[in-house]
């Protein structure tokens, strides 16, 4: 069977390729590319894809798919389908499912899972300490040779520097990136948003930017003891971004990723107690997201991932100062970017593709994807980026409904997503 | 869900206009008459319900509400959930949905977690009226200090007013900024530096916006300062906070000893205020921590004053909540 992802505009950075072109898949693969005027092989599905950017599969490189153990939050099935109707092909979960994936049978599980489902591909984060209670390593090596793609243990994150330097020197020989979620609690627990005018005006306990900043600072000097590869989750303040821009300039192995809502909104947000506003890092003030803007804009940020953090309703329908921390992402991601940085004039389509596919799958290496050169895996993104569509939460795929961006309007959208050289959304 | 006409929030006085907090003022001191007649009750509010719901423990506030309540003839009914509504398995939305059905026309709620009451008001018909959430507000709290002020110095506007104590968990503290900036006041605060955060400064907006960086302009109506002297040099108005003692197990201060010499109100630093400065604390005082009893209890003290205009503050917020139009002062 083969499909003709026809008369397109396809831009492959990793190829160096920004051009009309037509993609050939046959069973699974991308098996040729086709010149504007070049001859069409015969007996081809033909999907039309004139005026579409026709992209490498965007991977977002952090999620939670809560599957096992929350299943009434989203279920692997449930999560991949909201994946591939934002564009994404690939999608990350993090470990902090129950149990934790800190082993190779939970990873396989995870794997298993998706295959079932048939839409997304997973490629599990595992632990880096059992239970990620910051005590004992995980089996990395297992989870590896199972399918994990890096380490992490996000939201708990290694609090002893003495464990996080262990872990980066153990990753290091399985070339596992170690991801971490950047957060000293010893200086932000108890806080629920960030620290600043805002958190003083409205009596809700803070979270300063600098219990960020410390936990950033650390991991590059570890990485750079380790020789490690330190991937900084959601950067949301202006001390991790420059810490990481002028660790790359010393050569560190140090990538780092943002979250949409963190390029989108400030602290204001919070002033209506939504709890939909409630997540970690919080939703920095105005200056921090000057510099993630920066960021992006300069290319020490590499990567868009949305943080995906699905809570029930009820969860989420408790005091401001209770409700769990996270919102909902995969399908506003996209919509995100173009109105956030595509359409004003932050980024060029080229950009975006690096920040939501070249750049997640060269940080974790996966092999053939984040690429359409003939030979690579069909997982391709087709967006229309003049597209005008509302993200309603009763719309949302996803079995929760936690997103601050009811009711957004955007310009810009995942028309279709290949996964595997199937066509698993269609808009 | 529609709000019935005429129904209105006091969820903060962050959200209020001086004219309209004014206009609160003017209705309690028309109302404060009432209690102070042989049969205290007039018929206003006969018909209404009132329910307090009380998340947090609270003797004065919640019994000054019912008074005002049943001084206006209102049916008030007493709800203390004393742990929260999650150990019941029910949210906060469905404690309040439950309520509302029953069709109250006010919901007097006070909770240990800021927010609480604008969460409520999204989702009830009655009129919500904050009794104290969290470090956020208490704005009947800071209307009956407003009017203890005025009915003392004639007027705020031009005062000078030192908030003394834990400004960063204190809702009065909150409030009291909002009310009597609004009203021409300037305000000093001070108390140990783990709980006067610098950003203070910050909290009300300066009237100068920049629309890309939130490094705000602080305004000048709102001073931090490095000691509890210079805070009260010269003030018209010292506003002493209760210090909550389960702070000190957080380790904000060593101890309440060390806490009383450094940061609590004796008479000689009462004396390096003005002359005529009178002295507020919202209660329950902490003698001999945050205030040296003969200052409690010195005729510059007004705590019991606030306690009583407290009813009739109350009265006139529940009157005009559920639909009264105020006096015109």
Not at chain 1, 22 to 27: A, N, Q, Y
Not at chain 1, 270 to 276: A, C, H, L, R
Not at chain 2, 81 to 87: F, G, I, P, T
Not at chain 2, 320 to 327: E, F, I, N
Request: charged letters at 25%.
């Amino acid at each position: 069977m083969k499909l003709l992802i026809a008369n397109g505009h396809l831009i492959d950075p990793a190829a160096q390729e920004n051009t009309g072109m037509s993609v050939l898949i046959e069973d699974g693969k991308v098996t040729g590319w086709i010149r504007p005027g070049e001859g069409v092989p015969e007996g081809c599905e033909v999907f039309d894809a004139s005026g579409m950017l026709v992209a490498p599969g965007f991977i977002d490189m952090h999620v939670h798919l809560r599957e096992p153990g929350q299943e009434h939050k989203e279920t692997i099935a449930s999560g991949c389908a909201a994946a591939v109707a934002g564009g994404w092909t690939s999608v990350c979960p993090m470990p902090n499912t129950n149990p934790v994936n800190d082993n190779a049978a939970i990873t396989r599980y995870m794997i298993e899972q998706a295959e079932r489902a048939g839409l997304a591909n997973v490629f599990p984060i595992g632990a880096i300490t059992k239970s990620s209670d910051g005590s004992e390593l995980a089996e990395m090596g297992e989870m590896k040779a199972a399918g994990a793609v890096a380490v992490s243990d996000d939201g708990r994150p290694v609090p002893n520097a003495g464990m996080m330097r262990r872990a980066m020197q153990y990753a290091r020989d399985f070339d596992l990136p170690v991801i971490d979620h950047c957060e000293d609690k010893s200086l932000s627990s108890g806080g629920v948003m960030h620290e600043g005018r805002v958190s003083l005006l409205l009596g809700l306990k803070g979270m300063p930017a600098l219990a960020e900043d410390i936990d950033a600072i650390r991991d590059i000097i570890l990485a750079r003891d380790t020789g490690a590869h330190i991937h900084i989750a959601h950067v949301s303040t202006r001390g991790a971004v420059e810490a990481v821009r002028r660790a790359k300039s010393e050569g560190i192995s140090v990538t780092c990723e943002v979250a949409p809502h963190h390029f989108t909104l400030t602290d204001r947000a919070v002033e209506g107690y939504d709890t939909n506003t409630k997540m970690a890092p919080p939703l920095r003030s105005a200056e921090h997201l000057e510099a993630i803007l920066e960021g992006i804009k300069d290319g020490t940020i590499d990567a868009i991932a949305t943080d995906h953090a699905p809570h029930h309703a009820d969860e989420k329908a408790l005091e401001y100062d209770r409700a769990p921390f996270g919102i909902t992402g995969l399908e506003t991601g996209l919509g995100l970017a173009f109105n956030e940085l595509v359409h004003k004039g932050l980024i060029g389509l080229v950009r975006l593709v690096e920040l939501c596919s070249t750049n997640p799958a060269r940080i974790f290496k996966l092999i053939g994807r984040g690429t359409l050169v003939p030979g690579s895996h069909a997982d391709i993104t087709i967006i229309d980026p003049d597209l005008k569509w509302r993200y309603t939460n009763a719309g949302s795929l996803s079995k929760s409904r936690n997103s601050p961006f009811d009711g957004w309007d955007f310009t810009g959208a995942a028309v279709a997503t290949i996964v595997g050289g199937r066509i698993v959304y269609r808009k | 869900m529609e709000k019935p006409f005429r129904r209105r929030d006091l969820l903060g006085i962050r959200d209020l206009t001086a004219d309209q907090i004014v206009g609160i003022l003017d209705t309690a001191e028309n109302f404060s008459e009432i209690s102070t007649r042989e049969v205290k009750k007039v018929p206003a509010l006969r018909g209404k319900t009132v329910i307090n719901l009380f998340f947090e423990a609270s003797t004065r506030t919640r019994t000054s509400f019912e008074l005002a309540a049943k001084r206006l003839s209102a049916d008030a009914v007493n709800i203390s959930v004393s742990s929260s509504s999650v150990s019941k398995g029910e949210t906060l939305i469905d404690t309040a949905m439950n309520l509302d059905a029953m069709a109250p026309d006010c919901i007097v709620v006070r909770h240990a977690s800021a927010g609480v009451p604008h969460q409520l008001a999204k989702v009830s018909r009655a009129a919500i009226v904050n009794a104290g959430d969290g470090a956020n507000e208490h704005p009947t709290q800071a209307l009956l200090d407003a009017m203890t002020i005025r009915e003392h110095k004639k007027q705020i506007d031009g005062l000078e007013v030192a908030i003394i104590g834990d400004i960063l968990h204190s809702r009065v503290a909150r409030s009291n900024i909002h009310l009597l900036t609004k009203l021409g006041a300037k305000i000093r605060v001070a108390g140990p530096g783990t709980l006067v955060p610098n950003d203070f400064q910050y909290l009300i907006e300066s009237g100068v916006t920049s629309e890309n960086t939130q490094s705000a302009i602080s305004n000048p109506q709102l001073e931090v300062c490095p000691s509890v002297e210079d805070a009260i040099a010269g003030a018209d108005v010292v506003m002493i906070l209760r210090i909550q003692r389960e702070r000190q197990d957080s380790a904000y201060f060593p101890t309440l000893r060390e806490y009383s010499v450094h940061y609590g109100l004796t008479n000689d630093r009462l004396d390096m205020a003005k002359k005529d400065a009178i002295v507020l604390h919202p209660g329950p005082m902490n003698r001999g921590i945050e205030i040296a009893s003969e200052v409690a209890d010195s005729s510059r003290s007004l705590i019991l004053d606030q306690v009583k205009y407290g009813v009739a503050v109350r009265m006139a917020v529940l009157y005009l909540a559920t639909g009264g139009s105020p006096t015109n002062g």
